[in-house]
Every structure is written in structure tokens, then in C-alpha cells.
């Protein structure tokens, strides 16, 4: 595992506070420019802190750690720049796509980031939300959320969003995980076993279906 901390960049009173500075690095990391030499992720003395909330949904303000909009954003910047491509263009886009999520998930607090419900636009094969999900995407990031399951426990209690009455686990806000449970009828999520069982049930399952697109 990396070193695991909370980036300075995340922290703020409310989400325009957190990303409207960030607008040029998103989309130069749209573009493939490096995460590190870009966004300059730096651990926030609030990293540790368990009275410091950590935003898993999008809300309207409070202060904390802003996570759920950082990949959606990126997304959206990737595809303003990619649709403008032809085909053989975007098929590189796609490509540098993968890479640019695989880079995120590398980073643990890039894959609390990719918990967030709204970062599912990245496991949608293609740009159409009505197609089936990229394998190869799914089982990036349940590797990284396996691979950075400790850690993740570590921030037990912080977690909140919309529709959540106090912070707590990260099943107590709808994310990735909870969804992909749901839609392949896995039961719900109410501990850390069940939590990690999931997670593994969901490995599986991509593991199976990426057999079968041999």
C-alpha cells in the first residue's frame, strides 16, 4: 500500500470551495497529464482527524473532505475534449482513460474518490449510459478498494452525504460499492465482513464474465 493520507486539495467549506481552483489541473489530468505533477497531492493535517467528515455523496456544504466530485469532473473534462476526436481518436482517448483510472486508484485517497456513486461514469464501456459496464474497470477498482481495505477502515465513522443524519460507515452513503452490490443482487451491506464480502462476491463475478469475453 502507498502512504495513505487525505490531500490538502480535498479539504473545504463546500464543494465550489474545494474544485472551482482546481478546474485547470482537472483538465490537464483530462489530458493525461500526470496526477502528482498536476493536482500536487499533499497530506492535510486533517488526514487523521475523525471529527473531519469525509463527503462520500455530493452535498451542498459543511466543512470537510470533498471526495465524491473529483472523478466525475475529470470524466466529464475527458469526454468535452475526447468526443471532439474521430474514431481512431477517441478509441486513444478511451485508452488513455484506463490509464488515467488506474492511476487514481494507485493513490488510496484516489480510491476513496472512486467509492463515490457518481464516479460509476467510469465503469460504463464506452459513453453510453445505457451499455454494460467495462470488466477490466470493474476489477480495477475492486482490487484497489480490497488492496486499500485497511485503510479505509481507518476512516470508519467519517463518512457522510445526502440523506445521511450523521457521519458513519461508508455503507451508510450510497457508493460504488453498495450500487454494484444492488445490481448484481448481492445482500446489503450492514458491517466490514459483509462489507469485504461483497467486495470479494463482486471480484468474482467480473472475473467470470471477463472469461467469457475471451
Known amino acids: 500500500m502507498t502512504e495513505a493520507f487525505l490531500p490538502h486539495f480535498l479539504r473545504g467549506s463546500d464543494e465550489t470551495s474545494v474544485y472551482k481552483p482546481l478546474q485547470r489541473a482537472i483538465a490537464s489530468v483530462a489530458k493525461g497529464k500526470g496526477i502528482a505533477a498536476t493536482l500536487h497531492p499533499k497530506p492535510s493535517a486533517d488526514s487523521s482527524r475523525s471529527s473531519v467528515p469525509i463527503y462520500l455523496g455530493r452535498t451542498i456544504g459543511g466543512e470537510g473532505f470533498y471526495v465524491a466530485d473529483l472523478l466525475p469532473r475529470i470524466y466529464d473534462a475527458w469526454m468535452a475534449w475526447a468526443v471532439r476526436e474521430d474514431d481512431p481518436g477517441f478509441d486513444?482517448?478511451?485508452?488513455?482513460?484506463?490509464?488515467?483510472?488506474?492511476?487514481?486508484?494507485?493513490?488510496?485517497?484516489?480510491?476513496?474518490?472512486?467509492?463515490?456513486?457518481?464516479?460509476?461514469?467510469?465503469?460504463?464501456?464506452?459513453?453510453?449510459?445505457?451499455?454494460?459496464?467495462?470488466?477490466?474497470?470493474?476489477?480495477?477498482?475492486?482490487?484497489?478498494?480490497q488492496r486499500e481495505s485497511a485503510w479505509?477502515?481507518?476512516?470508519?465513522?467519517?463518512?457522510?452525504?445526502?440523506?445521511?443524519?450523521?457521519?458513519?460507515?461508508?455503507?451508510?452513503?450510497?457508493?460504488?460499492?453498495?450500487?454494484?452490490?444492488?445490481?448484481?443482487?448481492?445482500?446489503?451491506?450492514?458491517?466490514?465482513?459483509?462489507?469485504?464480502?461483497?467486495?470479494?462476491?463482486?471480484?468474482?463475478?467480473?472475473?467470470?464474465?471477463?472469461?467469457?469475453?475471451?
Not at 105 to 110: D, E, I, K
Not at 122 to 140: A, I, K, N, V
Not at 161 to 167: I, Q
Not at 171 to 195: D, K
Open 152 to 214: 479505509l477502515r481507518t476512516l470508519d465513522g467519517r463518512f457522510t452525504g445526502p440523506l445521511a443524519e450523521k457521519p458513519g460507515p461508508p455503507w451508510a452513503v450510497h457508493n460504488l460499492v453498495t450500487f454494484l452490490a444492488a445490481r448484481y443482487g448481492l445482500r446489503p451491506i450492514h458491517s466490514w465482513a459483509e462489507w469485504d464480502a461483497n467486495v470479494s462476491a463482486l471480484l468474482q463475478l467480473t472475473e467470470a464474465k471477463m472469461q467469457l469475453l475471451k
Open 92 to 145: 486513444r482517448a478511451v485508452e488513455l482513460a484506463t490509464s488515467i483510472y488506474a492511476d487514481l486508484l494507485s493513490r488510496p485517497w484516489g480510491v476513496l474518490c472512486a467509492l463515490s456513486y457518481d464516479s460509476f461514469v467510469w465503469l460504463r464501456l464506452g459513453y453510453s449510459p445505457d451499455e454494460d459496464l467495462d470488466p477490466g474497470r470493474m476489477r480495477m477498482v475492486l482490487e484497489a478498494i
